[in-house]
């Protein structure tokens, strides 16, 4: 089994920044990337970044290149989203996702945390 418990979330104003954390345990050994995803009341799933949980190579969606960083710790048990320059179009409830291939598709990840919410005030 794998689990992945999700922290970080809050409240915080435009133009401000959360840093979102993903601990992964279990039987990791075929997870192979490490991925965020949020979902919006209405809309679909959506992508935004992705990193190898062994080289480290990042992908992000273009809605946030520049403001959000993927990132991992030493040991690969720990991801973080650290996201910056927020806009009200970010709040989102956040999901941290693992899985074996290189995809932005979230169907094609086995793994999900429980998600964290996160709110940006205009």
């Known amino acids: 089994q794998v689990q992945l418990v999700e922290s970080g979330g809050g409240s915080v104003q435009a133009g401000g920044s959360l840093r979102l954390s993903c601990a992964v345990s279990?039987?990791?050994?075929?997870?192979?990337?490490m991925a965020w995803f949020r979902q919006a009341p209405g809309k679909e799933r959506e992508f935004v970044a992705r990193?190898?949980?062994?080289?480290?190579?990042?992908y992000y969606a273009n809605s946030v290149k520049g403001r959000f960083t993927i990132s991992r710790d030493n040991a690969e048990n720990t991801v973080w989203l650290q996201m910056n320059s927020l806009k009200p179009d970010d709040a989102a409830a956040y999901y941290c996702?693992?899985?074996?291939?290189?995809?932005?598709?979230?169907?094609?990840?086995?793994?999900w945390g429980q998600g964290t919410q996160v709110t940006v005030s205009s």
């Open positions: 996702a693992a899985g074996r291939l290189r995809t932005t598709r979230y169907d094609d990840y086995a793994y």
């Open positions: 279990g039987r990791t050994a075929s997870i192979f990337y």
């Open positions: 990193i190898n949980r062994s080289s480290g190579i990042l």
